[in-house]
């Protein structure tokens, strides 16, 4: 079946470093990947949605210079969280459309932690 | 307002037993319904996809139901297992097969020995 292979699982770092989290899908090719956060006992929040080769769409109130996504390939998304501070403290989880079957795989996720 | 909500919101069982988990929506228009299982601190998997058409699906113990009229699915889980604890989210799809996902608060399912 289709996987999503998402890194890192877990990072720690620093306020006001930045940290990046990638996502790619390993036996199928993805034009469109998600972005969720999603906080303890709540559901996932859609972020922005990438498509590939072009500019990300950002969900109301999410901050798309904070949150710096990049869709460079068909296999590949990236989201990079700038100038981290413990507010953006949360799990991200990225999924990818198959273009063939139209379903929709998620990654394990990212635990993030800022310090 | 497009909206998926579940109940119930927490649910604790002793291993062996059945459950069923309820989902309620009102989404327009309607193109799918899912079901995932999230365990703690991972991302969530799917257990069943249903369309329009479709009323029943399974996989293993796992049995969704979907009546359309009505605006309502449920997930029911037969002999559950300690590693059914986890959360269940209900998602509906809007609009083309493969458009916006509308999720659920989930349920959190936990199975005690």
């Known amino acids: 079946g289709a996987v999503v292979s998402q890194h890192p699982s877990r990072v720690i770092c620093k306020s006001g470093t930045s940290v990046k989290i990638e996502c790619r899908s390993l036996?199928?090719?993805?034009?469109?990947m998600f972005w969720y956060r999603q906080f303890p006992k709540q559901s996932l929040m859609l972020m922005a949605t990438?498509?590939?080769?072009?500019?990300?769409?950002?969900e109301q109130g999410v901050e798309k210079d904070k949150f710096l996504i990049n869709h460079a390939s068909l296999t590949l998304s990236t989201l990079t969280v700038t100038s981290a501070h413990p507010e953006d403290s949360s799990f991200y989880i990225c999924s990818a459309r198959d273009l063939n079957s139209y379903g929709y795989t998620f990654g394990s996720g990212t635990r993030l932690t800022v310090v | 307002k497009n909206q998926v909500e579940q109940s119930p919101q927490s649910l604790i069982i002793l291993e062996g037993k059945n459950c069923t988990l309820q989902?309620?929506?009102?989404?327009?228009?309607?193109?799918?319904l899912r079901w995932y299982k999230q365990d703690t601190g991972r991302g969530p998997v799917s257990l069943t996809i249903?369309?329009?058409?479709?009323n029943t699906k399974s996989n293993g113990r796992y049995t969704a139901t979907l009546d359309a009229d009505t605006k309502q699915s449920s997930l029911h889980i037969t002999a559950s297992q300690l590693s059914d604890s986890a959360s269940y989210i209900c998602?509906?799809?809007?609009?083309?097969?493969?458009?916006?996902?509308?999720f659920g608060t989930g349920t959190r399912l936990q199975v005690f020995p």
């Open positions: 036996d199928f090719q993805a034009t469109t």
């Open positions: 249903m369309t329009f058409s479709e």
């Open positions: 998602v509906v799809s809007a609009g083309g097969w493969a458009d916006k996902l509308i």
């Open positions: 990438s498509n590939e080769g072009s500019k990300a769409t950002y």
């Open positions: 989902c309620n929506y009102t989404v327009s228009p309607f193109s799918n």
